[in-house]
């Protein structure tokens, strides 16, 4: 069972490209996330997901953009990056009906742009 | 907003000995989730333990266990006969709703 898989696990970029953070779960999760961790910040929500075609913001969204066309997977894309963006980022699922429902995280993309 | 406070950044801990590590919260309601996780140096994030705001009694699992004052709006983890392994970054986390909210985090040491 591969859980919450995240790709690629490292990246570099220059500032103004673009590029997606790819995220999948096998767990049939309705409820999938992305944050990002920043130094002495802790772990941020960006955007995240209650189903397939349903996505919301966090408290970060600015600069990211996601879709949700499958439960499976949920990508994060970075239209221009920009060097403020350079983070770990964490993607995370969990059972939708569950209140108590565990959170599984995969197991971070570190980020770099210059 | 809901914030989640860890005040201390780092603590440290001889082998076998305890240590408490703390976690306050702000919120006006009164169903919510608490939670703590761990991080280490592999960077994973590892569900440690977990507290229903509506339970008046303190999680525990295994070495682990909390002590949740819910008027005080605290949320601390108490780690007994600490080891080698428990050496990692702690978050406490609050969670109402779909968001969950982190603390920044307190660094735990182990010394042999």
């Known amino acids: 069972n591969a859980g919450v898989t995240q790709t690629p696990k490292f990246q570099v970029l220059k500032t103004g490209q673009s590029m997606t953070l790819q995220c999948a779960q096998d767990?049939?999760?309705?409820?999938m996330s992305w944050y990002r961790q920043d130094p002495g910040m802790g772990l941020r929500l960006i955007h995240y997901?209650?189903?397939?075609?349903?996505?919301d913001q966090g408290e970060v969204p600015n600069g990211y953009n996601v879709s949700r066309s499958t439960t499976e997977d949920f990508p994060l894309r970075l239209l221009s990056a920009a060097p403020s963006q350079t983070s770990v980022y964490f993607c995370?699922?969990?059972?939708?009906?569950?209140?108590?429902?565990?959170?599984?995280f995969g197991e971070g993309s570190r980020l770099t742009v210059l | 907003a809901q914030t989640v406070t860890q005040s201390q950044p780092e603590m440290s801990v001889q082998e076998a000995e305890t240590v408490t590590l703390s976690c306050t919260y702000d919120t006006s309601e009164s169903d919510y989730y608490l939670f703590w996780y761990k991080q280490p140096p592999s960077r994973q994030m590892i569900l440690v333990i977990r507290?229903?705001?509506?339970?008046?009694q303190n999680a525990t699992e295994n070495r682990f266990s909390v002590n949740f004052q819910k008027a005080a709006k605290s949320f601390s983890l108490k780690i007994s006969d600490s080891q080698l392994g428990d050496a990692a970054m702690y978050f406490c986390a609050y969670r109402r709703g779909e968001k969950l909210t982190f603390g920044t985090g307190t660094r735990l040491t182990i010394i042999p």
């Open positions: 995370a699922s969990r059972e939708g009906q569950l209140n108590t429902g565990e959170l599984f």
């Open positions: 997901s209650v189903g397939a075609g349903i996505t």
């Open positions: 767990m049939n999760h309705e409820y």
């Open positions: 507290q229903e705001a509506y339970k008046q």
